[in-house]
Structures are given as structure tokens and as C-alpha cells.
């Protein structure tokens, strides 16, 4: 369980990263319902709706905007979401993925579209990205619970693949399929997660550098400003000097 490779660079602007806590609220709020709306209302019983909630709440969403999320979907109020990926290149050669949840899909891939071609990328076909990727399971816990050999050994012990810490994060990487069963052991000793999510892990990474990272930067911006937009991941590699400039 060799933990090589930065996790900071694996997936753009997440968190704190995002500028405006009501479009963060906004995404949360929609995820919560579509996961409600595909399964029983109870987190329990419902393995994404826990995690919707989980990421919720880690954001310090309150508690009356997760209820109501969910009530929205039990009322049938809410609109008929679409889920879509959309897969193509940015600056420098860069693998990127886009996950949308949509209530228009016209919309959602015109602007994606514009992004792409405004900011020197190229949107490509489904499938031309995804296999430079691994779909996987990503557990965050903040460095207070534990050193970094205690976080590993009890990530081994619960069935993760991969464990990473730095001075801010200890980010445990699981099997898609094992996901829950991992958090509920690391829950067990732990307490609740910072974050959970399901997330594209690159296998390989792609050095960028120069003006290609200001590029880049920007079609990143100009898609996580997207309403419609709720992840983008991409296969980059940079120094960390670099990183703090661009992504800061």
C-alpha cells in the first residue's frame, strides 16, 4: 500500500477550494435529492444517500437544508436530473473528466462545450479519457485522528487499497465496490469522515507546465463555475510551487 503519488493531484477545486458557499450548498442539495429520489429516504438503507449527506455536512451545510433536500424528493418537487460524463483534453495534453447532473442537457453540454474550446481544450468522445482513470472510493479524515501509521494500518485492517497523509489530510483510497464497508470500519475507530466520495483516480499523470498551466486553470474555473457542473478530475502533474500559484 505505497502511497507515491500527491492526492492534491487528483481532483480540481474541492471543498475550500470553491468560491462561493451557496453554489457549494447548491450541489450538495441536488446530490442529496437525486440520491433520495433513487432509493429510500433513509441513509441507513441508502449507501449514496449516506454519502451525500456525509459530504453535506462535512461542508458545515445545516442540518434544516439536508432535511429539506430530501423532503424534496419525497414531494416529488423536485426536476428530472440527468447524470452525464463528458471526457476531453485541456491544456497540455491534460485527461480531464466532467461529472454534470443536469436538468437540460442541451444546456449542460453547450456549456461545457464553450468552456473546452474558450480555454485551448478539446471535448472529446465518451470513453477517450475514462480508461486513463480508476473509478474508486476516497475517505478523508483531518490529521488530529491519528498518526500516519495509525491511519494506515487501520486502512489495511478495514480492506482499503491506498492510504496518503500530509500535514493537512489523511485520504484513504478504496475499491469502488468497497467503499461503505471501509467506512464503516474506519467509522468505527475514527468517527465520522471529514469527506467521502466516489471519485476518478488517474493512473498515470501528465506533467503541465508554463502558460499551459494558467490555461488550464482557467477551463477549470470556467467549468467548476458552471451551476450544472459538480467534479471535474484531471490526470495533471505540477510542482507544488506551481500548484499553490494557480490553484491558490
Partial sequence: MA?????????????????????????????????????????????RLRLAIANARAESMPKDNIDRAIKKALGGETDTYEEIRYEGFG??????????????????????????????????????????FDRVGQIVYPPAVGSEDDVMEAAIEAGAEDAESDPESHVITTAFEDMNAV??????RFGPAKSTSMIWKPKSSNPVAGDDIATLFKLIDALDDDDDVQNVYGNYDMSDEDLAKYAG
Fill in 183 to 188: 467506512l464503516e470500519v474506519l467509522e468505527g
Fill in 91 to 132: 491544456p497540455g495534453g491534460v485527461g480531464l473528466i466532467v461529472e454534470v447532473l443536469t436538468d437540460n442537457r442541451n444546456r449542460a453540454a453547450a456549456n461545457v462545450r464553450t468552456a473546452f474550446n474558450k480555454n485551448g481544450g478539446n471535448l472529446g468522445e465518451t470513453g477517450s479519457v475514462a480508461f486513463m
Fill in 3 to 47: 502511497g507515491h503519488s500527491k492526492f492534491k493531484n487528483i481532483q480540481f477545486r474541492k471543498g475550500a477550494q470553491d468560491k462561493k458557499r451557496s453554489k457549494i450548498f447548491s450541489k450538495l442539495s441536488r446530490d442529496i435529492t437525486l440520491a433520495a429520489k433513487g432509493g429510500v429516504p433513509d441513509p441507513t438503507a441508502n449507501a
